[in-house]
């Protein structure tokens, strides 16, 4: 393959890239577009950066889950309020 | 992840579902154990949704009420949590409408964003670790809502695909673009955090 036509592949290979990071990671792409952008990434630096800190960023999301526990009890305290509200509403629905 | 499919599940005899059917049934000690058992994870949600934690606690109490009030309707066609999952975040958009300026809470309430550092880490690289999350809790927060939520459902809090597009209404396309956008803009941030900690470092060495 001559220099031209192998810089318009990479060129056409990049811009296919670019949208399908995520499905990349994901596992979510065809065996045979999984295999095209490991391909492309091979050769690419900015695709190998970009997938490189996409991982590094899905590895800390989950560290950022919220968890209530017992110095901040939420669902006793939510269980209580529903539950006394819950009463009240029906309470008064008896007495009509 | 810890919850997933299992989230339901998670050290339950009893299933989510069939719970639900005594509670459709007017069991009300039926109820409360599924609002024990889903009252965290939905406050996490709608922490991450609203930024705030009183709005996130009042929009999780009326979530809950509003289960109750149309448990009738809940025919175990999705599962329980993904049922209650729209109806909690349904809520904090109505309340986010009330609001007078009608938009998000816009401030992350950072005292109750709970900081997990590693211990067996250095001060100096517990200090670091947590300018990352809060860069990080800034970048998920400036996100557009709709990109926002595809991310705190399926990136932070675990659940798969279809149970993320399940409490969305989005179709799978939809909901995997939404959240690739969403990965992308807060990586963007993230590198520019960092690009601005390597040249300090540099200025500071220099």
Known sequence: MTIGWRRLRDERDHRWARPRYSAYIDGDLT??????????????????????????????????????GWDDPVADRTAEAVMRRIEAEEGSRGEH | MAFGSGRQATGHLTSDEAVAEQARGGDRAAFEELVRRHADRLYAVLLRYTGDAEEAEEATQE???????????????????????????????????????????????????????DERAGPRQQAEQAELREVLEKAILDLPESYRLPLVLRDIEGLSTSEATDVMELKEAAFKSRLHRARMIVREAVDRYLAGGESDSKSKGS
């Open chain 1, 31 to 68: 065996r045979r577009q999984q295999r095209r952008l490991y391909r492309h990434q091979g050769i690419c630096p900015e695709c190998r950066r970009m997938i490189a800190s996409l991982r590094t960023l899905l590895a800390a999301l989950p560290s950022l889950q919220v968890c209530p």
């Open chain 2, 63 to 117: 979530a809950f009420l509003r289960a109750w009030r149309r448990i009738e309707g809940f025919e175990g066609r999705s599962q329980f949590f993904t049922w209650l999952y729209r109806i909690g975040i349904n809520e904090a958009k109505r309340r986010a409408e009330r609001r007078p300026g009608g938009g998000r809470v816009a401030a992350a309430d950072e005292g109750r964003i709970e900081r997990v550092a």
